[in-house]
T-cell receptor, first 108, second 113 residues
Framework: GQNIDQPTEMTATEGAIVQINCTYQTSGFNGLFWYQQHAGEAPTFLSYNVLDGLEEKGRFSSFLSRSKGYSYLLLKELQMKDSASYLCAVRSFQKLVFGTGTRLLVSP | DAGVTQSPTHLIKTRGQQVTLRCSPKSGHDTVSWYQQALGQGPQFIFQYYEEEERQRGNFPDRFSGHQFPNYSSELNVNALLLGDSALYLC????????????FGNGTRLTVT
């Protein structure tokens, strides 16, 4: 079966750091993706992990532990425009399986 | 460089009708995947097309069918529409059966009344 869990909603303050966790149990694993989706818009690619460890990309970092079935997305120096849904997705047999997404609200 | 384009952007249909949604992949991409996203949920995989064939299929009934053309564009057809089919339908393209990150279009918002 396929199961991807992430918190439904998180709130944070502008300038702060927030960590969005994702745990997964999937049949077949070939990488984990994070996407950002603003309301009414398409998901946009943020990061990709296939090996254990941390991938850093500007204000965004993503971590993967395959043995624990766990990933997180770290957002630093939060800006108001970071208010969006963040989708964790596992590539399983060449298709992406998505979690329900975490809605992040950044307040002034 | 054009990204993934979908048409139409919005559509209203009644129960029992049929609908066709269209997608042109990002330039250079050869694989198209379709997803259904209900409000407040993550995208759910419908199926994937590569070399004009359906390569993988998610847990969707046969009312959902598709096609890929020689120019890599794709259509999603839904027959006998149900109220529960109301959702955002996202098309995503990639290279080589999803080996590269998916690039999504802005979607078609389908409302079934």
């Amino acid at each position: 079966g396929q199961n991807i869990d992430q918190p439904t909603e998180m709130t944070a303050t502008e300038g702060a750091i927030v960590q969005i966790n994702c745990t997964y149990q999937t049949s077949g694993f070939n990488g984990l993706f994070w996407y950002q989706q603003h309301a009414g818009e398409a998901p946009t690619f943020l990061s990709y992990n296939v090996l254990d460890g941390l991938e850093e990309k500007g204000r965004f970092s993503s971590f993967l532990s395959r043995s624990k079935g766990y990933s997180y997305l770290l957002l630093k120096e939060l800006q108001m425009k970071d208010s969006a849904s963040y989708l964790c997705a596992v590539r399983s047999f060449q298709k992406l399986v998505f979690g329900t997404g975490t809605r992040l609200l950044v307040s002034p | 460089d054009a990204g993934v384009t979908q048409s139409p952007t919005h559509l209203i249909k009644t129960r029992g009708q049929q609908v066709t949604l269209r997608c042109s992949p990002k330039s250079g991409h050869d694989t198209v995947s379709w997803y259904q996203q209900a409000l407040g949920q993550g995208p759910q995989f419908i199926f994937q097309y590569y070399e004009e064939e359906e390569r993988q299929r998610g847990n969707f009934p046969d009312r959902f069918s598709g096609h890929q053309f020689p120019n890599y564009s794709s259509e999603l057809n839904v027959n006998a529409l149900l109220l529960g089919d109301s959702a955002l339908y996202l098309c995503a393209s990639s290279l080589a059966l999803g080996e590269s990150p998916l690039h999504f279009g802005n979607g078609t918002r389908l409302t079934v009344t």
